[in-house]
């Protein structure tokens, strides 16, 4: 049973990963387009991959929840930081990506609920489009998620002090 909890943590892993890769692919696309039906588009897709990371995410907590049961390691420090890293590093990314990709979905008419539709109306979006040549987060948004996934990646395999 532990293996395969690894095996569903590990999976789980690789699903959010394929489901996140096409968001990260898509955000560093948008800094070369400007018509707004093709970054509709391209903005429609990374949303619909969403399903897949969410799904991944589940799949990596529950097993990982499981496993801190099994092994006896919601006492080491190591699982807490890895937590708290992943709610940080989730917490980032919303923050820096949500308010940007929620007024482009506005201004060039990509698929999006009502909520986020009189969320985007109140931002503003003046330039939205012409900003994303030179926007800087992409590359945040890839350093936080990479960088926060290695160290826990590096927690979970070393368990240091554990």
């Known amino acids: 049973m532990y ?13 959010f990963a394929l489901g996140h890769g096409t968001s990260v692919a898509v955000a560093f696309r948008l800094r070369k387009e400007v018509e707004h039906a093709r970054i509709a588009a391209m903005l429609d897709l990374s949303s619909w991959s969403a399903g897949l990371m969410y799904a991944g995410l589940l799949l990596i907590i ?5 496993l801190g ?28 990506a949500t308010p940007t990709f929620r007024r482009l979905r506005f201004v060039t ?3 999006m609920d009502e909520a986020s539709r009189k969320k985007a109306a109140g931002l503003g979006t003046e330039g939205v489009v012409e900003s994303l040549a030179t926007s800087w ?22 368990q240091p002090g554990g």
Do not use: E, K, N, Q
């Open 137 to 158: 987060r992409p590359t945040a948004l890839a350093l936080i998620g990479g960088v926060g996934l290695a160290v826990i990646l590096w927690l979970m395999i070393a």
């Open 62 to 66: 529950v097993p990982g929840i499981v």
């Open 3 to 15: 293996l395969l909890m690894i095996f569903l943590h590990v999976l789980g892993a690789i699903v």
């Open 109 to 111: 008419g990509a698929t």
């Open 69 to 96: 049961f099994m092994g006896g390691f919601w006492g080491d420090w190591w699982l807490w930081v890895s937590i708290v890293l992943l709610l940080l590093v989730m917490g980032a990314m919303y923050g820096i």
